[in-house]
């Protein structure tokens, strides 16, 4: 399972598939979206941002990946004012990236699938819809999670910080693995700095590709079905 790769200060390569833009309806659609390369580039180069462990040891035998390998996962898609249903097929899913809202897990349709309520942070009316689709469509063993409200703003600001400046703010990612459990990972853009620009230095991604640190990894407990429908209906 893909958690134990996202220890922090472990850097990635990667660009998170595009957002599922479309109406905004409510209703639940599947996922179109394809994974893209999650590629492991080592560590970061700021150690207090680094897992200690991964400093002591060599940290791809830790890991147990070597780098410039790919992580594999399934991509179930933000589809911006509908719900994005992905049948879980024995891979570990990531989403994202969260502001708020739910992920969820649940058979329908005889399928095991995820889910992402595609609610949009400045349009109430629409996440009504969102809720109020989903609501009626719950299935009987769902359970669920906000990757959000699994990290305080402190918390990231601290991790920001051991990242020397070079990082933009945190990026929230929801992770439902192949067994049902779910995580929160945050995750932190990293610019490598270039000769140029004010103060003679320049912040560029590297050779066009998304270079990200893991700031952390948080377990969530999941959310039954009471308190599922309670969101959904709030």
């Known amino acids: 399972m893909i958690e134990r790769y996202f220890r922090p200060g472990v850097r990635f390569l990667w660009n998170k598939p595009p957002d599922n833009n479309g109406n905004v309806g409510g209703a639940i659609v599947p996922s179109a979206g394809v994974a893209t390369p999650l590629t492991y580039d080592g560590l970061d180069g700021h150690s207090a941002a680094v897992d200690p462990l991964l400093l002591l040891s060599n940290a791809s035998h830790v890991l147990g990946i070597a780098k410039g390998a790919n992580v594999p996962y399934a991509w179930l898609d933000y589809a911006p004012g509908r719900t994005a249903q992905l049948p879980i097929a024995g891979a570990d899913i990531l989403t994202g990236y969260m502001s708020g809202c739910l992920i969820a897990r649940g058979t329908a349709g005889g399928v095991m699938s995820a889910f ?113 429908r309670g969101e959904v209906l709030h």
């Open 116 to 228: 992402h309520l595609g609610t949009i942070d400045s349009r109430p009316e629409v996440n009504r819809t969102v809720k109020e689709v989903f609501s009626d469509a719950l299935p009987p063993d769902v359970t669920g999670f906000f990757p959000n409200r699994a990290w305080t703003a402190g918390e990231l600001a601290l991790i920001q910080g051991r990242l020397g400046g070079t990082a933009g703010a945190a990026s929230i990612i929801g992770l439902i693995t192949a067994t049902g459990a779910f995580y929160a990972v945050a995750l932190f853009q990293i610019q490598e700095p270039r000769p140029g620009g004010v103060g003679g230095v320049t912040f560029t991604n590297p050779a066009g590709l998304r270079y990200w640190c893991v700031g952390g990894i948080k377990p969530v407990p999941a959310l039954n079905r009471i308190r599922v």
